[in-house]
């Protein structure tokens, strides 16, 4: 059975940092490209960043160069690296299973996301 648990969210100041772990159980991981996606108060949910099994990522424009994706096969996790984080940054972030080893074609399974908030 194909289980995402997203953690590490929390209140952060603005431009501060934050990583979220995706912790994967029920497929392996090392075969499928991982996606994390958010969804801002009424808002629908949007694509973040992927990474593909061969460890080639890719982002969103409003996240270069501030977010970072990686993965680590053999823990089952996969991370975002959150830095200058902005008030817009806030939603609730989710990590997809991607339908193959490479980003782009679409997700099957999505994870309990975990709320980022970023206030004073």
């Known amino acids: 059975q194909v289980h995402l648990v997203a953690s590490g969210g929390g209140l952060v100041q603005p431009g501060g940092s934050v990583t979220l772990s995706c912790a994967a159980s029920g497929f392996t991981l090392a075969d499928y490209a991982i996606g994390w996606f958010r969804q801002a108060p009424g808002k629908g949910r949007e694509g973040v960043s992927c990474?593909?099994?061969?460890?080639?990522?890719t982002y969103e424009d409003f996240v270069k160069g501030r977010f970072t994706i990686s993965r680590v096969n053999a823990n089952n996790t996969v991370f975002l690296q959150m830095n200058d984080l902005k008030p817009e940054d806030t939603a609730v972030y989710y990590c997809?299973?991607?339908?193959?080893?490479?980003?782009?074609?679409?997700?099957?399974?999505w994870g309990k996301g975990t709320l980022v908030t970023v206030s004073t």
């Open positions: 997809g299973r991607g339908l193959s080893s490479w980003c782009g074609y679409g997700t099957d399974y």
């Open positions: 990474i593909n099994s061969d460890g080639k990522t």
